[in-house]
């Protein structure tokens, strides 16, 4: 199992990024993938999640309402569309496969990060 993340880069607040996550094989169809981020100086944190099983998806209450995550089986590849971001959003983003959807815990396998700078 193998994930890249991509996508990041500076936005201004209030801009918007979309991040994406190439996962190999089949990932997609058997596992839970999850975004986390890590900001400096701060423990790593899950932000959102999608199932394997039927495309629901988590969001923790921080990013509600202006992230949102979406698939593409046939480009074996999910996305965190980030939209309204703030300073506090600033960190690396990293995406990982999930055990369990509620909280999107367990992570297991991970790609590398991506930085997301967000800034004036």
């Known amino acids: 199992v193998q994930l890249q993340a991509s996508g990041g880069g500076w936005v201004q607040p209030g801009g918007s990024l979309t991040l994406s996550c190439r996962t190999s094989g089949s990932t997609l169809l058997y596992y839970h993938i999850g975004w986390f981020r890590q900001a400096p100086g701060k423990e790593r944190e899950a932000i959102s999640c999608v199932s394997s099983a039927d495309d629901s998806k988590h969001y923790v209450d921080s990013v509600k309402g202006r992230f949102t995550m979406s698939r593409d089986n046939t480009k074996n590849t999910v996305y965190l569309t980030m939209n309204s971001l703030r300073p506090e959003d600033t960190a690396v983003y990293f995406c990982?496969?999930?055990?369990?959807?509620?909280?999107?815990?367990?992570?297991?396998?991970w790609g590398q990060g991506t930085l997301v700078t967000v800034s004036s």
């Open positions: 990982a496969t999930v055990g369990a959807m509620v909280g999107c815990q367990r992570p297991g396998y």
